[in-house]
């Protein structure tokens, strides 16, 4: 029966979806065990579901290809898991598994999407969405399968006679750890943004790719607060030693690198390891260590005025109970920089170039991203990053010091700047999907070039592409690009971000790859080049980031670094040759695609590699 | 030192280190001799195959106990070593005929130490996992890059030979006193030994190290985590038991109608299989170069000779040895090499061949084609090393072995390198 309604009700006041969606999800890794606290409320940006759930960019898909069977997918929108805001955490109910699947990825995601400015997007020529499937498979590994477009997480039984914190024999979930979803979701969220670093063409490219996924993880897990405050209270260590925020990465199951890499933040950090370490998860646990040290600088710097407060002056805390203020204070101040250092981490991607990073780069781009941001470093951010990295031994190439000036991008010399005026679709594009309340899904395509033809040109429009294509091969000089051969154009999209002080930043990000053919001492991988550029919302050229191929016309100096990037190349591939126990078991037709056939991150994170 | 002397025919009286490469097939049986003031010295480093040469392992066990059987017909071997437990470099051990072979020393790499419990670790997942794989490549349950019958020989190539070791450990004649070695004892970077059954001999130990990083070499983590899913008490797969209870499932029929958007298709769904499944393959190979990360590296100094047998020492052994300056100095001083794990490519680094072996260093390789390894020996390899020296003898290609060299008989090629 219609039942009459007042016409305010038909207003937009009243018919305004709320803007967030509450969820719940476990805080801690339940293979480690049941701690009371361990359930914690989140909340992400409310979009329309459908069973799964399936938003616009993430479609949680419960089919299981060892049981060959689907689990019954959950209705987020059904009123009673509403009104108490999401299921209930709970192992047994599939439904909760794939509620907390979707609760962290499209967290992971916001965190991506307000750092740089714009939406990330899934949609590809095969796929609409990114797929997750909560349990894939019977397995102990999780992972992000490039060719599916999808997050696979695999369940596995608790050894019998070593079940730990298990029952013995109990099914172990990998999708019920908070770190490793956001881990693999950052993953996909890497590859979408340059899937070319899916290439290893060099020691730090799959390092890095691992590195980058365990600090976002960790960093997100810093950032909620609840969970810190109830964690900074029950540990009761000195709160200004950095063993305290250890202790809560492990005791939150910093699973991918079962506490590594904060081990080996407490270490003495070691100038050589970056030098000798071979190992991709271990060399990844360099960057994380160096960027958690610089994290770890600037708390106890927000800190020292609460301390000294509390213990007037003095520094000696109480050994029993923390004042619950403190501790309030305390944990606001650590989860704020914790956020704090995500952005920044995050910002710094679109200052990469294309192809063949390496963690210097990374630095660079780190500090460059930020510079231009916040150019007075009034929270020492950059003075810590570089100092951190400084310490790990991680030194960018082609920098004469590691003063922040000289590890500034290069900007670029005499570059007309970029026909943006005949650009104003792709502008007006950017602004509506990163306005709040003006999105359409349907509408929006992705920026750049669909990763999983290696070779595709980005999906924006033709009239466009033909502007870039244009502009590049004009100035490929300038932009240390081959002229006679094919640019691609990988990707160009606005960036909008908000610097503390309020004001906004419009930039235009461009990217043109190149390659050229290479022998077997390459083992199946071309070598590329490629260059981003950073342009101003006027056309002006900012920052021009290039990894440059060998072929002329380059200056001298650039054709010394080009020539260094493809020996990096050939000694990665003897490298992974002298180490692969599989070469002796392939034939010469699997020799010729031999670093192809490392590529995957099944292998990576079944500790294959 | 490397001068080219022709030598005679008959004994002759230029005191020289005898080497003699047998002819097992795909395996090493090397026995060193050298002239000292009480009597000729003799060192075996391994006997053992997997695919038989010109003759039966048992036909080469009569052919070294009758090398090294004195003229009073006591058989006397100074120091047997054994350098890793692959059966291609014990099996011949297994024969009753040892026990009368009186032998002074036997070495072993710290690995196989009977009450060591770091050894015992190692000891104990390599045989689980080479027992589990055996199991699964029997059912033809397995793929990857590597086929079941290759799974299966490389499982029986690393799973113990019982009696062989037996024999290792507490046979030959003598009461021998065994030495369980390791690079690095005591924090050295390479550690120096002697013997006293070879006096004014000097022996460096280059491998098997005991630093963490090595030794992950010899338990892989991707054994680990394979483990874990097999079940300890029968060695199959753990029965993967659906991880809900059934009322949670919808069949799939009932699924594509009601839930048609979010479909897996059939090439979907068995891609997700395959990535998950495939590992026995890469868990073998993996356990392969476990075990052959356990091998001894030795270089034995007799006069001003050094001779280098590796073993089947892996990446992780020569990287360690290479980067270290003191045995890099020790590999480049080398006379005499013995190629590492019959010419595969892992066993002889590019750094090693290219810029530290000598030019016109002896070179023996005791190798034959086997299916299951196509790139063994490896043909750039072979090829680099022919360009470094022409004293190169290979045992699968008799034919090329340079007689101005070496000698070659019926089962055997001889090198006799001047010890002045």
């Known amino acids: ?609 | 030192m490397c001068a080219a002397t022709k030598k005679k025919k008959k004994t002759t009286t230029t005191k020289a280190v005898t080497i003699t490469m047998y002819d097992v097939g795909f395996g090493d049986c090397f026995l060193v001799r050298f002239p000292a003031p009480a009597g000729e010295k003799r060192i075996l480093f391994d006997c053992g195959s997997i695919k038989a040469g010109t003759a039966t392992i048992d036909d080469v066990v009569s052919s070294v106990i009758s090398d090294v059987t004195d003229a009073d017909g006591n058989a006397k071997i100074d120091v047997v070593v054994a350098t890793h437990r692959h059966k291609d470099h014990v099996s011949g051990f297994d024969n009753e005929a040892w026990a009368a072979v009186e032998v002074g020393e036997v070495w072993m790499p710290w690995t196989e130490h009977p009450t060591d419990p770091k050894a015992r670790n190692i000891r104990d997942r390599m045989n689980s996992l080479a027992l589990h794989l055996q199991t699964l490549a029997g059912t033809g349950g397995v793929q990857g890059p590597l086929t079941p019958a290759a799974i299966s020989e490389i499982a029986l190539n690393a799973l113990s030979n019982e009696a062989a070791m037996r024999t290792l450990h507490r046979g030959f004649a003598g009461n021998p006193r065994r030495r369980f070695l390791a690079a690095n004892n005591k924090g050295e970077s390479m550690a120096t030994i002697t013997s006293d059954v070879l006096p004014s001999v000097t022996i460096n130990v280059l491998g098997p190290s005991r630093d963490e990083e090595v030794i992950k070499d010899m338990d892989p983590p991707v054994g680990q985590s394979y483990l874990r899913l097999v079940d300890d008490t029968t060695g199959n797969m753990r029965a993967t038991l659906p991880p809900f209870d059934n009322d949670w499932t919808i069949d799939s029929g009932e699924y594509a109608i009601s839930f048609p958007e979010i479909v897996v298709n059939d090439a979907d769904a068995a891609a997700i299989r395959r990535s998950a499944e495939g590992l026995e393959g890469i868990v073998a190979a993996a356990i392969d170069k476990a075990v052959n990360g356990t091998s001894l590296m030795i270089v034995l100094h007799i006069g001003k000779l050094s001779l280098l047998f590796p073993g089947d020492a892996q990446w992780g052994t020569w990287n360690a040895a290479l980067e270290n300056p003191d045995a890099r100095d020790v590999l480049s001083e080398a006379t005499f090499c013995k190629l590492g794990h019959h010419g595969s490519h892992n066993a002889s680094p590019v750094d090693f061949v290219e810029h530290v072996l000598q030019k016109s260093a002896w070179v023996m390789v005791s190798t034959r084609h086997v299916d299951q390894w196509p790139n063994i020996p490896r043909t750039p390899l072979m090829t680099a090393l022919a360009a470094k020296t022409d004293k190169l003898a290979r045992s699968d290609k008799p034919q090329t072995v340079p007689v101005k060299w070496f000698k070659s008989a019926k089962g055997r090629t001889t090198a006799e390198i001047p010890l002045t």
């Open chain 1, 1 to 609: 029966m219609k039942s009459v309604r007042a016409k305010k009700e038909k207003s937009q006041y009243a018919q305004a979806q709320p803007q967030r969606r509450p969820l719940r999800i476990f805080a801690t890794d339940p293979m480690l065990g049941r701690t009371a606290g361990n359930r914690i409320a989140v909340s992400v940006d409310n979009e329309r579901l459908s069973p799964g759930p399936c938003g616009s960019r993430i479609s949680v898909i419960d089919y299981d290809a060892t049981q060959r069977r689907y689990y019954t997918p959950v209705d987020l929108d059904d009123p009673a898991i509403l009104m108490t805001g999401g299921l209930e955490p709970t192992e047994s109910d599939p439904r909760f598994h794939q509620q907390m699947a979707y609760a962290v990825a499209m967290k992971t995601l916001e965190n991506f999407d307000r750092a740089l400015g714009r939406r990330l997007q899934f949609r590809g020529k095969r796929h609409r969405a990114l797929r997750i499937f909560p349990h894939a498979f019977y397995g102990a590994n999780a992972f992000y399968d490039d060719g599916l477009r999808a997050l696979l997480f695999g369940y596995f039984s608790a050894d019998r006679s070593d079940p730990g914190p298990n029952l013995p024999g109990q099914t172990v979930f990998t999708c019920l750890s908070h770190d490793i979803i956001a881990h693999e979701m950052t993953h996909a969220a890497v590859d979408r943004m340059r899937p070319l670093f899916r290439e290893p063409s060099n020691i730090d490219v799959l390092a890095f790719h691992e590195g980058f996924s365990d600090i976002v993880a960790l960093f997100q897990h810093f950032s909620l607060v609840d969970l810190l405050r109830d964690e900074i209270q029950r540990t009761r260590t000195g709160i200004s030693q950095p063993t305290m925020l250890v202790q809560l990465a492990r005791q939150f199951g910093y699973a991918t690198g079962s506490g590594r890499a904060l081990r080996s933040a407490l270490d003495v950090p070691d100038a050589k390891l970056y030098s000798t370490v071979t190992e991709t998860h271990q060399r990844g646990s360099i960057l994380v260590a160096a960027v958690f040290d610089a994290f770890f600088k600037i708390y106890q710097k927000r800190i020292r005025d609460l301390i000294r407060i509390a213990t007037g002056g003095t520094g000696n805390l109480p050994d029993a109970d923390l004042h619950p203020d403190l501790v309030r204070r305390v944990a606001n101040e650590a989860a704020t920089t914790a956020q704090y250092i995500l952005n920044m981490c995050i910002r710094a991607f679109e200052y990469l170039p294309p192809v063949d990073v390496t963690f210097g780069d990374y630095l660079r781009a780190l500090v460059t991203a930020d510079y231009e941001l916040v150019p007075d470093d009034e929270l020492g951010q950059r003075a810590a990053m570089i100092e951190a990295f400084r310490m790990r031994g991680i030194y960018p190439d082609e920098v004469t010091s590691l003063a922040e000036e000289s590890l500034l991008w290069e900007s670029p010399g005499d570059l007309p700047a970029v026909p943006v005026e005949q650009l104003p679709q792709m502008l007006m594009q950017g602004v509506r999907s990163f306005s709040r309340n003006t999105t359409r899904p349907d509408e929006e395509t992705p920026q750049e070039a669909d990763g999983q033809d290696e070779n595709s040109e980005a999906d924006i429009s033709g009239q466009t592409s033909a502007v870039l294509q244009q502009y590049a091969t004009a100035n490929a000089g300038a932009l240390f690009l081959d002229p006679g051969r094919k640019i691609s154009v990988r990707g160009f999209h606005p960036v909008f971000r908000v610097a503390p002080n309020g004001q906004l930043h419009v930039e235009l990000v461009a990217q043109f790859a190149q390659l050229r053919e290479t022998d077997d001492s390459f083992g199946g991988l071309p070598f590329r080049g490629g260059t981003t550029l950073i342009v101003a919302a006027d056309g002006r050229v900012r920052y021009v980031i290039a990894k440059p191929l060998d072929t002329p016309p380059i200056s001298d100096s650039r054709l010394r670094q080009a020539r260094t990037r493809l020996e990096r190349q050939k000694q990665f591939v003897a490298l992974c040759d002298a180490a692969d126990p599989v070469l002796s078991f392939t034939d010469d037709a699997a020799q010729a695609s031999r670093m192809r056939a490392r590529m995957g991150f099944a292998m990576l994170h079944a500790g294959v590699y």
